[in-house]
């Protein structure tokens, strides 16, 4: 489809979470041919020579597929947005023509749809242009998660970092590495940090706020995830003067895109929280509007802080370790424990680091996502349609692994549905509905209640 042309570009999101539908929607956003920066999917092009893109999205059906809360938490609008099955999309992509496809899946789940998709181009003759990526830091599983990823026509790297390393892997297993493409995080921006807040916190003045981001699963145990909570109510009691938030990520029940056993709001019901200290939810944006410190093991939320130019911690408490993934912050000037923030130290980022890393609020941001639309654009030129996908990992490259991943989407080893795969392709009836959901929530309370009870008989 030509950049210039007034017909609007259909770009389709798949993402399995609240965390990835929120990646994918805003990198939609982003990568439109027609030369955008912003993440609203309303606004037109710049030079007004092509309306706006529509957005579908499809929710694939699992156990971390967001509730209507965390999506309106993300914030992010599309012309329309389904739950469906890997077989179900599949069908839609066969039947719909689509400019542009975001993959935001866990791995496995975007080497079933690349094999789907090669198996409905050979029958249809036409696809979309691919693109797939990572929703953060890429601390753990990188071989993995990247040859699962292969096949894509774009393999986003939101760093220059991640992109030398992404490529250096796809090359060592002797795979084209030239799908790699280097932009951003979607979700960085908002209003620089200009200083901290009044400490005495007179009347119109906020307070000095402190911000610990919360992860799902990192660390994991109840003892580390105990001690973090302690200490931050320690930290609360020692300043009162401040304002000291617990940033959750989601309500209990919900589910991430990892899985929370432990959730804080658990923990934190049997402790005397002092005045000022308060757990809330909300976008992490608006939450950063009024932060003077953030503080974290690894999360994402450590990224928008540095972009921001928020004072930003990474703890130390627990070692520095691959398993926390706070290892990825060596060498950034963030590092620190609670008894020096206790004490009042307050971090200076290096800028070498906070360069590499994408997230430097020096204007470069605007022009992060130019070469993904500029590819995207070229391949939609590309004469005589878009090559057929071909995944890294094939039947006579990974015989042992292949199937069984795309067994798990109901995908035989070709790309084609396995007999007994969902037939339906309209919404399920209200009984259907139901039962879903109770399976569904009988999953979260199996993850959340009983899992820890055995884990705890087991250690008796």
Request: glycine share 10%.
């Amino acid at each position: 489809m030509p950049a210039s042309t007034s017909k609007p570009c259909r770009i389709a999101v798949l993402a399995d979470s609240d965390t990835r539908w929120k990646w994918g929607a805003l990198t939609a956003g982003r990568i439109a041919p027609g030369g955008r920066t912003g993440s609203s999917m309303e606004a037109g092009a710049r030079d007004g020579t092509q309306v706006a893109p529509v957005l579908d999205g499809f929710l694939l059906r699992g156990r971390a597929t967001p509730t209507p809360r965390q999506l309106a938490e993300v914030g992010v609008r599309a012309d329309s947005l389904r739950e469906v099955t890997a077989v179900e999309f599949l069908r839609v992509m066969a039947r719909e023509s689509y400019d542009v496809l975001v993959l935001a899946l866990v791995g496995g789940g975007v080497q079933a749809i690349l094999h789907g998709l090669k198996r409905v181009g050979e029958n249809t003759g036409e696809r979309p242009v691919v693109v797939t990526g990572y929703v953060g830091v890429v601390y753990e599983k990188l071989a993995d998660g990247l040859l699962l990823r292969h096949g894509a026509d774009l393999v986003l790297a939101n760093s220059r970092q991640d992109a030398e390393r992404f490529r250096a892997v796809y090359e060592g297993v002797g795979a084209d590495a030239s799908s790699v493409t280097e932009v951003a995080l979607p979700f960085l921006g908002g209003a620089p940090y200009t200083g901290e807040h009044d400490p005495s916190a007179k009347q119109g003045r906020r307070p000095y706020t402190v911000v610990f981001a919360a992860q799902p699963s990192v660390p994991e145990s109840r003892k580390d995830r105990t001690y973090l909570l302690d200490r931050l109510v320690r930290h609360a009691r020692l300043h009162p003067e401040r304002e000291v938030l617990l940033k959750l990520r989601s309500k209990p029940g919900e589910h991430t895109t990892h899985i929370e056993e432990l959730p804080y709001q658990k923990l934190a019901q049997k402790l005397d929280l002092p005045p000022n200290l308060r757990l809330v939810y909300g976008n992490m944006g608006e939450v950063l509007d009024r932060t003077d410190l953030m503080v974290t093991v690894s999360s994402t939320a450590a990224l928008e802080s540095l972009h921001r130019r928020v004072p930003t911690v990474v703890l130390t408490d627990l070692g520095v370790r691959e398993a926390l993934g706070n290892h990825h912050f060596v060498g950034s000037g963030c590092l620190a424990s609670w008894d020096q923030l206790d004490a009042g130290h307050r971090p200076t980022p290096d800028e070498e680091w906070v360069a590499r890393q994408g997230v430097a609020a020096d204007g470069l941001y605007d022009s992060a996502f130019d070469a993904a639309r500029a590819r995207i654009a070229a391949l939609l030129d590309r004469p005589g349609g878009l090559p057929p996908l071909a995944p890294y990992y094939t039947t006579a490259t990974a015989p042992g692994y292949l199937p069984g991943i795309l067994a798990r989407h109901h995908l035989g080893p070709d790309g084609s549905p396995l007999p007994g795969a969902p037939v339906a392709d309209k919404e399920p009836g209200p009984v259907r509905q139901i039962v879903r959901r109770a399976a569904r929530g009988a999953y979260r309370h199996g993850v959340q209640r009983v899992a820890p009870v055995i884990r705890r008989m087991g250690e008796l």
